[in-house]
């Protein structure tokens, strides 16, 4: 396992529309170790392999209250089935985003299904922070950052924000 640079905007990667994956094999899995490791050390909660410069539609995620054990979900092909009318907002961030933090307005529950792990496929309905989790990270698959939700001064705010960040630092 190995920890990966994670790219921030306004990097062109991150609007790339990623490709499905064949097959999980043990390649798939080496990548989600990798993806849950940098997720790990960040530290953040959902992590799309776009985010680390693999435009494949791979996404892990670890939603369990800080204190708990680990409880890490892993998702190959992920697609939206489903969602109810109802919708809830949410106050979201982004690792590709760092230290901007903003609403944004989605479903309450959709029902997804994706590949797991071993590659077996699971259906099920996702609610709560689930549901915004895993919609959040199915956007990067398609290139899409939860600022992109916002207005357009707001997103050019959070750009702005990081590129300077990214200046300080580097000065
Ligand atoms: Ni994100």
Redesign the pocket.
Known sequence: MAIRPILTVPDPILKQVSKPVAAVTDETRALMDDMLETMYAAPGI?L?AV?IGEPVRVIVMDISPEDGPRAPRYFVNPEILETVDETQPYEEG???VPDYYDTVERPAKAKIRYLDYNGREVVEWAEGMYAVCIQ??MD?LDGT??IDHLSRLKRQFAINKVKKARRAAAA
Do not use: M, N, R
């Open positions: 959902g799309a985010q982004c690792l590709s959040h990270e990067h950052l939860f």
